[in-house]
């Protein structure tokens, strides 16, 4: 793929006249689109009826737009099979774990696991592959479209004899899984796997066990099914691959990208929550180590669908928002959509062109987005990104794990956002890593809410650890084993608790319960399920004020080999719970000379790079007040709403 900075747009032109393709051409020219993303609906034109192709369509507009200088990203339609597929054919259809089986119509109604779906979607993508990767303007594949974001596990009979294999594969008698699974616990002992069902509704809940694992099977095989994919693709084309995901779809991210290309996604936050974007491009980042990431699609102006829509963006927050990602490393930027749809379930969705052809309110926004990526694109491909010396744990399994038990309603990405905003707002540069990701260059490691540590993972980390690194752990971490049940010989994983010179002795949710802790001078109410800790070797630093706690630590740290392991047992909460939290990241990272940080107000943005004359700083107004602060000779900065500069 040439070095060359994307900006995308989604096209559909199977959905309008022959006659718009010349004024779309233009009007993108004007907007600064380089790349249309195209093909991903169009399954039923593509293939109207069994084993007849008709591509002679998409391959005269990539025509066109390469010699009009856009290049394409070609997308497989798997995600929305043809009615011939699905007609009288309710086996091959997606049913939840409600029983009930979809229909045709929207996408992903079909299931994936389907062998009949799988050897149609093989021969729709070979078909493609050969015809579109002759073709110039090619620049990258997308393999389906969002996958799993409608829909999570598949429960029909397929999915169930699939299901049944992965177990006997994974546990290897039934003997076995009894005895991880603890299936005594009301009678629900097997004898066979055979008698493992799917989690269809049950009078109350199905055993956590089968639950979680049922939600890393359903991982797994749609990763299989992408795979079909790519070695198809990659048997006519040196064209690289990706797929667009989203931090909420029903994925495990750092597996489902291993066997593509590159990673990209899909995020449709208003400017209001520009740090949950932000959090998604440190995401990204980390999940292709060494290449850049792609925004695949956001909202030109504002998202929306016939349910609703949210808050349209303010004037020029694209202008943020694309430097941003650029300066954390993006390769492309994409818009969803070109030309509004005038037909279907997201009419409302903002888009840069109206149904009526004229440009929206977003466009010049977008173009004033494309004219800044223009002037600052000789420096991004010049240099690279820095490797981050906090590293934040992020891991897809451990929300499937919240998602078979939440407990107090958690929801694993909505407390992963707050941790990180609180994060972002110290100022210091940081990533986020799966959880077996390599740790070189980290400083300081947090792993919060990671009720499953993989003994992988673990020995990662002590390994990091001893070599001199700080590591903070919790909450909710090392409290599951694999099989979503609980250790018995301690609360938390023994080797863990071991390393960090701690006994737990309670585990409960303070939330609500008038418990307050101290740490670091500040108290602050204590919340969601908690460890709380006797110490062996570790020096308490965050007491209680309950009497039934009164021995006991809800932070501790130890010494490990060179480094320490801090042990966050509960999440302090509130503003006070905030800045306890920022506090402990600031004495950490004071204490290890951290010092990939500029001193900016709150609500701006600084992402350090590097190139061949030492580390530049990109400092970019992301709250749209604008900012000025001093800076050592650079003296006194300022920078306008949305606006950016670059500094030394």
């Known amino acids: 793929m040439k070095d060359i900075l994307r900006v995308l747009a989604a096209y559909y032109p199977e959905l309008w006249p022959a006659g718009n393709i010349g004024d779309d051409i233009r009007l993108m020219r004007d907007a600064g689109i380089n790349t249309v993303r195209m093909g991903e609906f169009a399954w039923a034109d593509m293939e109207p009826s069994p084993g007849v192709f008709n591509l002679d369509f998409f391959s005269e507009v990539m025509v066109k737009l390469h010699d009009n200088g856009i290049d394409t990203v070609f997308c497989t339609p798997s995600a929305t099979p ?45 078909a493609i592959a050969k015809k579109i990767s002759k073709l110039p303007g090619l620049v990258a594949w997308q393999i389906d479209n969002e ?28 003997k076995e899984l009894n005895k991880l699974w603890g299936t005594s616990l009301w009678s629900q002992k097997y004898s ?43 048997k006519y084309s040196k064209a690289p691959i990706t797929h667009n995901s989203n931090v909420r779809h029903y994925l495990n991210h750092a597996e489902h990208y291993r066997n593509l290309d590159f990673a990209s996604f899909d995020a449709y936050y208003d400017s209001d929550n520009y740090s949950k974007m932000l959090m998604d491009y440190d995401i990204w980042r980390n999940l292709k180590n060494g290449r850049k990431f792609w925004v695949m699609e ?44 005038r037909t279907g379930p997201e009419m409302p969705h903002g888009a840069i062109i109206s149904s009526w052809g004229e440009p929206t309110i977003g466009f ?43 407990l107090e309603g958690i929801d694993y990405i909505d407390k992963m956002q ?58 909710l971490s090392g409290c599951r084993t694999a099989d979503h049940a609980l250790y018995t010989e301690s609360a938390l994983h023994p080797e863990l608790e071991k390393a960090a010179g701690v006994k737990t ?30 110490t062996t070797t570790a020096k308490p630093l965050g007491t209680t004020n309950d009497s039934r706690l009164a021995d006991l630590a809800f932070l501790t740290e130890n010494k490990y080999g060179r480094g320490r392991i801090v042990m966050l047992g509960s999440m302090p909460s509130g503003d006070q719970g905030k800045l306890m939290l920022k506090k402990m990241i600031g004495h950490y990272a004071a204490d290890l000379r951290i010092s990939q940080k500029l001193d900016l107000p709150q ?46």
């Open 147 to 174: 996958m799993k974001s409608h829909v999570s596990e598949c429960c029909c009979e397929e999915c169930g004899r699939q299901w049944r294999q992965w177990l006997k594969n994974r546990y290897g008698s039934i």
């Open 603 to 648: 609500g701006n943005l600084a992402v350090p790079r590097k190139n061949k004359d030492g580390i530049f700083w990109f400092v970019i107004n992301m709250d749209g007040k604008g900012c000025s602060f001093k800076y050592g000779k650079s003296g006194h900065v300022k920078i306008e709403p949305y606006g950016f500069r670059i500094i030394k």
């Open 418 to 475: 707050e941790l990180y905003k609180s994060v972002l707002e110290t100022g210091f540069h940081r990533d986020l890593v799966p959880e077996n990701a390599d740790l070189k260059g980290c400083r300081l490691l947090l792993t919060p809410y990671l009720p499953h540590i993989a003994d992988e993972s673990l020995e990662k980390a002590l390994s990091f650890v001893k070599d001199g690194g700080t590591w903070i752990v919790g909450p």
């Open 298 to 341: 956001t909202g030109p102006s504002h998202s929306g669908c016939i349910f609703g829509y949210p808050k349209l963006h303010k004037k020029s927050y694209l202008n943020a928002e694309l430097t941003a990602a650029f300066a954390l490393g993006a390769g492309g930027f994409g818009y969803w959509l070109w030309r509004q749809q």
């Open 82 to 126: 043809p009615v011939w597929l699905s007609h009288n054919h309710p086996e091959r259809l997606f049913m939840g774990t409600d029983g009930i089986r979809m229909m045709h119509g929207a996408r992903q109604h079909f299931c994936n696991n389907n062998p009949f779906f799988r050897k149609r979607s093989r021969i729709v993508v070979g």
């Open 505 to 534: 002795v309670f585990t409960f949710s303070p939330t609500n319960n008038d418990i307050s802790g101290t740490a670091f001078g500040l108290a602050a109410p204590l919340s969601i399920w908690s460890s709380f800790f006797r």
């Open 192 to 234: 066979s796997f055979s008698q493992v069902p799917v989690p269809l509704k049950t009078p109350f809940a199905h055993n956590p066990s089968l639950q979680t694992n049922y939600r890393i099977f359903s991982r797994e095989k749609i990763a299989e099914f992408q795979d079909e994919q790519v070695e198809i693709i990659r």
């Open 364 to 406: 010049d926004d977008v173009k004033q987005a494309g004219g800044s990526l223009e002037k600052i694109a000789p420096l991004l491909t010049s240099s690279e990104n820095v490797n981050a010396e906090i590293k934040i744990t992020y891991s897809d399994i451990a929300r499937a794990f919240f998602l078979t038990e939440p």
